[in-house]
C-alpha cells in the first residue's frame, strides 16, 4: 500500500466512525497533540472526534538524511476520541486491518508506555502499540491537559505514519517507501519528495539557526501570549504558546540550552499551555 | 463448602504491576473473607496482561451464627432504663427473661445473629477491593469515575457455580470471558476454576504466569541449541516478557554480524531494554551471537516467520542508529568533548561540569598518594576524562552506557588501560551490591566523584531528609565506605573532606553569607553538625548489614579517630574481646566502676578524675588493682600506638582479675574521707584505662 493510500485508508476509516477530518494545522509543532484540535478540545465536557494528519517537527532528530529511520520532520497520524468508547482498543485493531496489518500473522501487543508532555502539563495512561517489535503508535487516556483534569476522558491515537509505512510495505529505509503508488517514471518515493529537504533542514536545524533570533523569537511569543490570554483570547494565545515551544526545540538542538536550563525553559512554556488551557475553560464557561 | 473464582478482565496491564497485583487481589479478599469470620482452604492468584485471577477454596455458605446473652438492668430499675437495654439489645419486652441472681432479680435478653450469607460479604469485599485497590498508577476512562491500572470490562464473579450479585460502576458481575486477543476473542461462559482454567488453554491463554515463564525457557533454550548458541538467562527480562503475552511463543530472529563492531554493551541495551530480546552468545568464545530470541502472542499462521523478519528489520535499524553514533564520537577525541562540558550545568549552585571535572582532577591526583600503585597523573588524566562521554552522541542517545563509552573512547585515542578502565569504574558501587573497583586508578576517580558530590551538596544545604534524597547522598557516601574499606586505604578522611570543600568556596556565598570567615565557619558546622554525623550514620548502616554492632562503632568512633580502615580493625578486635569471658567480665566490672563513680560524682558535686594516690592504698587487692592498671593502660596505649588492637585488647584482659577481686574484697565508701576518695580516683582510673581503648560507656549489655 502506497504512503498517500495508507493515510487517506486512515482517514475514510476514521471519518467511517464519525471523526471530523481536519487538516494539518498550520504552524510548526512537535507533536499532532499540539493541535489546538486535540489540546484544547479534550478539556470540557463536549464530546469530540476528531482525526487528522500533522506534519511533525523535532530538529534534534534531524541526520542529514543519512539514517534509514529518523527524521526531523515526519508525519504523525491523530485520532482523538471522547469521551474514549468502550471498544476502542478494537476500533484501532479495524483500523491497522484497514491498511493490511494481518493480525493473525503478525504480533501485535500493547506495551506500558505512559504518556507525559512536560511542556503542555499533560498526561495519560496507555502503551506504545507494537507490531513485530515496532512501535508504530501510540495509545492514551488523557487524564490531564494544562494541569486540569480531563473529564469525561479522551483515547488519543497517535500513528507514526512513515514506521507504519515502512511496516506494512516491508521496507528498511524510509526514503525507499513508495510514495504515490503511481507506476514507471511517475512513480515517486518519499526520498523523491523528502530526501533533499531532510539535509537541509537538518543543516539548518543545526548549523545555521540564529540563536540571538531564536532567544529573541522565544521570548517575544511569551510576552504575545500573555497579553493575547490578558485580552481573553485563547486561541491566538495558544499559537504564541505552539511557537515558543517550537522555538524552544531549534535552540535545544543548537546544543545552547544547557540541562538546568532546559528545565526553566520548559516549564515556561508550561506555564503559557496552563494560561491558555484555563483561559479556554473560562471563555466556555466550563466549571473546573 | 464452595470455591470461589473471580477474574478482573481489563485492557493490557503493565507487565511490572502484573505481580503484584494479583498478590494484592489475594491479600485484600483474604483479609476481608476473615474479618467477616470465614475460613478458607487455599486462596491462589494469577496474573496475565488482561486479567487478575483468584481462586479460594474450601469456603463456607455463610459465616456462622451468633448467639449471645446479656444482662440488663434488675427488674425493680426505672422503666428508662429498661428502655434502653431493650433498644440497645434490639428485643421486645416478651423477648425478656427474669432470673435471680445473688444479687438480685435481673432482666435477660437472647440476642441471635443468623450467619450472613458468603456470596454477600464477598459482594461487599470485592466492590471495596476494586475501589481500593493500590495501582502504582490508575486512571479513569470513558465517561466514569472508577479507577482502574487501564479500562475495567468485565468481572467473573462465581461462588460454587451461582453468580454473586454484584455491580461496579455499571459493570455487572457475570461468568462469562475472552480468551487470546487475537486467537480465541468470543466470549465464554465458565462455571468453576477448573472449567475457567480449561478453557482458557483451550482459548490459548496460560493463566499462570510461572508456566508462561517456564514455556520461555524451555522454547529459548531449545532455539539456542538448535542455533548452536548460549541462550543468556535473564530472570528479570523472563518476569518481564511472560508480563507482555497471554500465550507465548518464543522465535528466533538475527542481525547483521557487521553491526558486532559497536560494543556489545550498546548492543545488549538496545535489545534488551528497547526491544524486550534475549541476547545469545556464543558457545566458543562467549561473546555476542548475532542471533536473539524474541517473545511473541501469537501462533502466526506462517509460523512465525513474519514476525521474526519483522523483528530483525527493527533491531537493524536501532542498531544502525547506534552504529551511527559510535562512528560520528570515533571521528573525534574523546578529549575534543572537554570544551563543551562547559555547556552543562551540574547544579545551578555548584558550577558546571567542567568546573565539577577540574574539582575532581585535583582530588583524585591527591588521593593518589594515599592508594597503593597509584599513578598520580594517571588518577588526574581519568578523572580530567571521566565525564567527557557525556557529550558523545552514543551517551546522548542511551545515558546508560555512560562510564562504558568513555573507556572505549579513551582507549580510541590512547590512553592508558588503567586510564580508561577508571573511566568506566567512576561511578561504581553504584549501590550495596554492586561490584567496587578495586585497580588503584579507578579507585581514586570513583572516590573523587563521589567525595565532590557529597561534600558540594553538603555545602549547599541540601542534605537528604527521611526518604528524600533527590541526589542520591545516602548511595554517595556508602560508595565512599566501600571503596576505602574494601580496598584497605588509610585515608584522612576529615582531611580530604575538608580539601574538596576548598575550590566550593565561590559558590557558598548564599548559604554562608559574604566573606572568607562566613563561609569557613559555614563549612566548620556543615562538617561537625552534618557531615561527619552523617558518615558516622552511613557506617553503622553499612557496618550493621556486615553484622557489626552498632554500639560498637560509636565506641570506636567516639575516640576521634577518621580512619574508616583502623576504625573497623579496632571494632573488629573489640567485637572479638567483647565475645570473650574476660571480655564480658570486664565490661561488666567496668560498667559497675562508672555507676559508682556517677552516682558519687553526682552526690559529692565533684570529678574524681584523678590518679590513685599511692601512699592511701590500705589492701592488697587495691594495690594489686593499682599495679595492673599502671601496667596495662601503658601496655594498652603501646599496642595502640603500634596499632595492634588484640595485644590492647590482651592488655585490657589482665584487668579482669585484680577488678573482680577489687569488687569482693574492698568498700570502696570507706569511712575514712581520704581512703573514700582515693578509691573513687582508682575507680576513675579504671574507667579511663578502659577508655584508651574505646568508649565504654556507648557499649551496650
Known amino acids: 500500500m502506497p504512503f498517500q493510500k495508507m493515510l487517506l485508508t486512515l482517514q475514510n476509516y476514521w471519518a467511517d466512525q464519525g471523526c471530523v477530518i481536519l487538516q494539518p494545522y498550520d504552524m510548526e509543532m512537535g507533536a499532532g497533540t499540539f493541535h489546538p484540535a486535540t489540546t484544547l478540545k479534550a478539556l470540557g465536557p463536549e464530546p469530540w472526534k476528531a482525526a487528522y494528519v500533522q506534519p511533525c517537527r523535532r530538529p534534534t532528530d534531524g541526520r542529514y538524511g543519512e539514517n534509514p529511520m529518523r527524521l526531523q520532520h515526519y508525519y504523525q497520524f491523530q485520532v482523538i476520541l471522547k469521551p474514549s468508547p468502550e471498544n476502542m482498543q478494537e476500533l484501532y485493531l479495524g483500523s491497522l486491518k484497514a491498511i493490511g496489518i494481518d493480525a493473525e500473522l503478525h504480533d501485535i501487543r500493547f506495551v506500558e508506555d505512559d504518556w507525559e508532555s512536560p511542556t503542555l502539563g499533560a498526561w495519560g495512561l496507555g502503551w506504545e502499540v507494537w507490531c513485530d517489535g515496532m512501535e508504530v503508535s501510540q495509545y492514551t487516556y488523557f487524564q490531564q491537559v494544562g494541569g486540569f483534569d480531563c473529564?469525561?476522558?479522551?483515547?488519543?491515537?497517535?500513528?507514526?505514519?512513515?514506521?507504519?509505512?515502512?511496516?506494512?510495505?516491508?521496507?528498511?529505509?524510509?526514503?525507499?517507501?513508495?510514495?504515490?503508488?503511481?507506476?514507471?517514471?511517475?512513480?515517486?518515493?518519499?526520498?523523491?519528495?523528502?530526501?533533499?529537504?531532510?539535509?537541509?533542514?537538518?543543516?539548518?536545524?543545526?548549523?545555521?539557526?540564529?540563536?540571538?533570533?531564536?532567544?529573541?523569537?522565544?521570548?517575544?511569543?511569551?510576552?504575545?501570549?500573555?497579553?493575547?490570554?490578558?485580552?481573553?483570547?485563547?486561541?491566538?494565545?495558544?499559537?504564541?504558546?505552539?511557537?515558543?515551544?517550537?522555538?524552544?526545540?531549534?535552540?535545544?538542538?543548537?546544543?545552547?540550552?544547557?540541562?538546568?536550563?532546559?528545565?526553566?525553559?520548559?516549564?515556561r512554556v508550561r506555564d503559557l499551555a496552563k494560561g491558555c488551557c484555563e483561559a479556554w475553560i473560562k471563555k466556555n464557561g466550563w466549571e473546573v | 463448602m464452595s470455591d470461589l473464582l473471580i477474574?478482573?478482565?481489563?485492557?493490557?496491564?503493565?507487565?511490572?504491576?502484573?505481580?503484584?497485583?494479583?498478590?494484592?487481589?489475594?491479600?485484600?479478599?483474604?483479609?476481608?473473607?476473615?474479618?467477616?469470620?470465614?475460613?478458607?482452604?487455599?486462596?491462589?492468584?494469577?496474573?496475565?496482561?488482561?486479567?487478575?485471577?483468584?481462586?479460594?477454596?474450601?469456603?463456607?455458605?455463610?459465616?456462622?451464627?451468633?448467639?449471645?446473652?446479656?444482662?440488663?438492668?434488675?427488674?425493680?430499675?426505672?422503666?428508662?432504663?429498661?428502655?434502653?437495654?431493650?433498644?440497645?439489645?434490639?428485643?421486645?419486652?416478651?423477648?425478656?427473661?427474669?432470673?435471680?441472681?445473688?444479687?438480685?432479680?435481673?432482666?435477660?435478653?437472647?440476642?441471635?445473629?443468623?450467619?450472613?450469607?458468603?456470596?454477600?460479604?464477598?459482594?461487599?469485599?470485592?466492590?471495596?477491593?476494586?475501589?481500593?485497590?493500590?495501582?502504582?498508577?490508575?486512571?479513569?476512562?470513558?465517561?466514569?469515575?472508577?479507577?482502574?491500572?487501564?479500562?475495567?470490562?468485565?468481572?467473573?464473579?462465581?461462588?460454587?457455580?451461582?453468580?454473586?450479585?454484584?455491580?461496579?460502576?455499571?459493570?455487572?458481575?457475570g461468568n462469562t470471558t475472552r480468551g487470546h486477543r487475537f486467537m480465541a476473542?468470543?466470549?465464554?461462559?465458565?462455571?468453576?476454576?477448573?472449567?475457567?482454567?480449561?478453557?482458557?488453554?483451550?482459548?490459548?491463554?496460560?493463566l499462570d504466569p510461572a508456566m508462561r515463564m517456564a514455556k520461555i525457557a524451555e522454547a529459548a533454550e531449545r532455539l539456542a541449541a538448535e542455533r548452536g548458541v548460549d541462550w543468556v538467562e535473564d530472570k528479570g527480562l523472563l518476569?518481564?516478557?511472560?508480563?507482555?503475552?497471554?500465550?507465548?511463543?518464543?522465535?528466533?530472529?538475527?542481525?547483521?554480524?557487521s553491526f558486532m563492531e559497536v560494543p556489545e554493551e550498546v548492543l545488549i541495551l538496545t535489545m534488551k531494554k528497547d526491544q524486550k530480546y534475549f541476547v545469545t552468545r556464543d558457545k566458543e568464545n562467549g561473546k555476542l551471537a548475532p542471533y536473539f530470541i524474541t517473545v511473541s502472542n501469537l501462533e502466526a499462521k506462517?509460523?512465525?516467520?513474519?514476525?521474526?523478519?519483522?523483528?530483525?528489520?527493527?533491531?537493524?535499524?536501532?542498531?544502525?542508529?547506534?552504529?551511527?553514533?559510535?562512528?560520528?564520537?570515533?571521528?573525534?577525541?574523546?578529549?575534543?568533548?572537554?570544551?563543551?562540558?562547559?555547556?552543562?550545568?551540574?547544579?545551578?549552585?555548584l558550577g558546571r561540569m567542567s568546573d565539577r571535572v577540574a574539582r575532581m582532577k585535583a582530588l583524585a591526583g591527591f588521593l593518589a598518594e594515599y592508594i597503593d600503585g597509584c599513578d598520580p597523573a594517571e588518577a588526574e588524566r581519568a578523572a580530567e576524562l571521566?565525564?567527557?562521554?557525556?557529550?558523545?552522541?552514543?551517551?546522548?542517545?542511551?545515558?546508560?552506557?555512560?562510564?562504558?563509552?568513555?573507556?572505549?573512547?579513551?582507549?580510541?585515542?590512547?590512553?592508558?588501560?588503567?586510564?580508561?578502565?577508571?573511566?568506566?569504574?567512576?561511578?561504581?558501587?553504584?549501590?550495596?551490591?554492586?561490584?567496587?573497583?578495586?585497580?588503584?586508578?579507578?579507585?581514586?576517580?570513583?572516590?573523587?566523584?563521589?567525595?565532590?558530590?557529597?561534600?558540594?551538596?553538603?555545602?549547599?544545604?541540601?542534605?537528604?531528609?527521611?526518604?528524600?534524597?533527590?541526589?542520591?547522598?545516602?548511595?554517595?557516601?556508602?560508595?565512599?565506605?566501600?571503596?576505602?574499606?574494601?580496598?584497605?586505604?588509610?585515608l584522612p578522611l576529615e582531611h580530604v573532606l575538608g580539601l574538596a570543600a576548598r575550590p566550593l568556596k565561590p559558590y557558598l556565598e548564599l548559604h554562608a553569607g559574604a566573606g572568607e570567615d562566613a563561609i569557613l565557619k559555614h563549612l566548620e558546622e556543615t562538617f561537625e553538625q552534618h557531615l561527619l554525623p552523617f558518615f558516622a550514620d552511613r557506617l553503622k548502616v553499612q557496618q550493621r548489614d556486615l553484622g557489626v554492632r552498632h554500639d560498637l562503632i560509636d565506641a570506636v568512633y567516639a575516640k576521634g579517630d577518621d580512619d574508616l580502615v583502623r576504625i573497623l580493625a579496632r571494632v573488629s578486635a573489640l567485637s572479638a574481646f567483647l565475645d570473650t569471658d574476660d571480655g564480658a567480665n570486664l565490661l561488666a566490672g567496668y560498667k559497675r566502676a562508672a555507676n559508682i563513680l556517677k552516682i558519687e560524682e553526682k552526690?559529692?558535686?565533684?570529678?574524681?578524675?584523678?590518679?590513685?594516690?599511692?601512699?592511701?592504698?590500705?589492701?592488697?587487692?587495691?594495690?594489686?588493682?593499682?599495679?595492673?592498671?599502671?601496667?596495662?593502660?601503658?601496655?594498652?596505649?603501646?599496642?595502640?600506638?603500634?596499632?595492634?588492637?588484640?595485644?590492647?585488647?590482651?592488655?585490657?584482659?589482665?584487668?579482669?582479675?585484680?577488678?573482680?577481686?577489687?569488687?569482693?574484697?574492698?568498700?570502696?565508701?570507706?569511712?575514712?574521707?581520704?581512703?573514700?576518695?582515693?578509691?573513687?580516683?582508682?575507680?576513675?582510673?579504671?574507667?579511663?584505662?578502659?577508655?584508651?581503648?574505646?568508649?565504654?560507656?556507648?557499649?551496650e549489655g
Open chain 1, 151 to 267: 473529564k469525561p476522558v479522551s483515547g488519543e491515537l497517535t500513528y507514526g505514519l512513515e514506521r507504519l509505512a515502512m511496516f506494512v510495505q516491508g521496507v528498511d529505509n524510509v526514503y525507499d517507501l513508495d510514495f504515490n503508488g503511481a507506476p514507471g517514471d511517475e512513480n515517486k518515493t518519499y526520498g523523491d519528495v523528502f530526501l533533499e529537504n531532510e539535509r537541509q533542514q537538518s543543516a539548518y536545524n543545526f548549523e545555521h539557526a540564529d540563536t540571538d533570533k531564536l532567544f529573541e523569537d522565544f521570548k517575544k511569543a511569551q510576552e504575545e501570549c500573555a497579553k493575547l490570554l490578558e485580552a481573553e483570547l485563547p486561541l491566538p494565545a495558544y499559537e504564541q504558546c505552539i511557537k515558543s515551544s517550537h522555538t524552544f526545540n531549534l535552540l535545544d538542538a543548537r546544543g545552547v540550552i544547557s540541562v538546568t536550563e532546559r528545565q526553566a525553559y520548559i516549564g
Open chain 2, 386 to 490: 571521566a565525564k567527557a562521554d557525556l557529550v558523545s552522541g552514543m551517551v546522548y542517545e542511551f545515558p546508560e552506557v555512560q562510564g562504558i563509552m568513555g573507556r572505549y573512547y579513551a582507549k580510541a585515542q590512547g590512553e592508558s588501560d588503567a586510564v580508561a578502565d577508571a573511566i568506566r569504574d567512576h561511578y561504581a558501587p553504584a549501590g550495596p551490591s554492586d561490584a567496587c573497583p578495586s585497580a588503584p586508578v579507578s579507585v581514586a576517580v570513583a572516590l573523587a566523584e563521589k567525595i565532590d558530590t557529597l561534600v558540594g551538596f553538603f555545602a549547599i544545604d541540601k542534605r537528604p531528609t527521611g526518604s528524600k534524597d533527590p541526589y542520591a547522598l545516602r548511595r554517595a557516601a556508602l560508595g565512599i565506605l566501600r571503596l576505602i574499606t574494601e580496598n584497605d586505604i588509610r
Open chain 2, 302 to 349: 506462517d509460523g512465525g516467520a513474519a514476525v521474526a523478519t519483522g523483528n530483525g528489520r527493527v533491531i537493524a535499524a536501532r542498531l544502525a542508529d547506534a552504529k551511527f553514533f559510535w562512528e560520528q564520537d570515533l571521528k573525534g577525541k574523546l578529549e575534543d568533548n572537554l570544551p563543551a562540558l562547559k555547556d552543562i550545568v551540574f547544579h545551578i549552585e
Open chain 2, 239 to 257: 518476569a518481564e516478557v511472560a508480563g507482555l503475552v497471554e500465550w507465548p511463543v518464543p522465535l528466533m530472529g538475527s542481525f547483521d554480524p
Open chain 2, 185 to 206: 476473542p468470543e466470549a465464554f461462559e465458565v462455571s468453576d476454576f477448573a472449567d475457567y482454567s480449561a478453557k482458557l488453554l483451550d482459548a490459548k491463554v496460560v
Open chain 2, 7 to 173: 477474574e478482573l478482565f481489563s485492557e493490557e496491564i503493565p507487565a511490572r504491576m502484573q505481580k503484584k497485583a494479583s498478590e494484592d487481589l489475594r491479600d485484600m479478599m483474604t483479609a476481608a473473607l476473615k474479618e467477616a469470620g470465614l475460613t478458607f482452604e487455599i486462596a491462589t492468584a494469577y496474573a496475565t496482561p488482561r486479567r487478575l485471577t483468584l481462586t479460594v477454596t474450601g469456603l463456607p455458605e455463610k459465616t456462622a451464627d451468633i448467639s449471645e446473652e446479656r444482662r440488663g438492668p434488675r427488674v425493680d430499675a426505672p422503666e428508662k432504663a429498661l428502655e434502653g437495654f431493650m433498644r440497645g439489645a434490639g428485643v421486645t419486652r416478651d423477648q425478656l427473661e427474669e432470673r435471680e441472681e445473688k444479687k438480685g432479680t435481673f432482666f435477660f435478653a437472647r440476642i441471635e445473629k443468623p450467619g450472613r450469607a458468603t456470596t454477600e460479604v464477598v459482594a461487599e469485599a470485592l466492590e471495596a477491593t476494586v475501589r481500593n485497590f493500590p495501582w502504582p498508577k490508575s486512571q479513569r476512562w470513558g465517561d466514569g469515575n472508577l479507577r482502574w491500572v487501564r479500562p475495567l470490562h468485565s468481572i467473573i464473579c462465581l461462588f460454587g457455580s451461582a453468580i454473586v450479585d454484584l455491580e461496579i460502576d455499571g459493570i455487572k458481575a
Open chain 2, 603 to 699: 552526690k559529692d558535686e565533684r570529678s574524681y578524675d584523678q590518679a590513685a594516690d599511692a601512699g592511701l592504698l590500705h589492701d592488697p587487692e587495691e594495690k594489686a588493682l593499682h599495679g595492673a592498671l599502671a601496667t596495662a593502660t601503658s601496655d594498652a596505649a603501646a599496642a595502640l600506638n603500634a596499632e595492634d588492637f588484640e595485644k590492647a585488647m590482651a592488655a585490657l584482659s589482665t584487668l579482669r582479675a585484680p577488678i573482680d577481686a577489687f569488687f569482693d574484697k574492698v568498700t570502696v565508701n570507706a569511712d575514712d574521707a581520704a581512703v573514700r576518695e582515693n578509691r573513687l580516683a582508682l575507680l576513675s582510673e579504671i574507667r579511663s584505662a578502659v577508655n584508651t581503648v574505646a568508649d565504654f560507656s556507648l557499649i
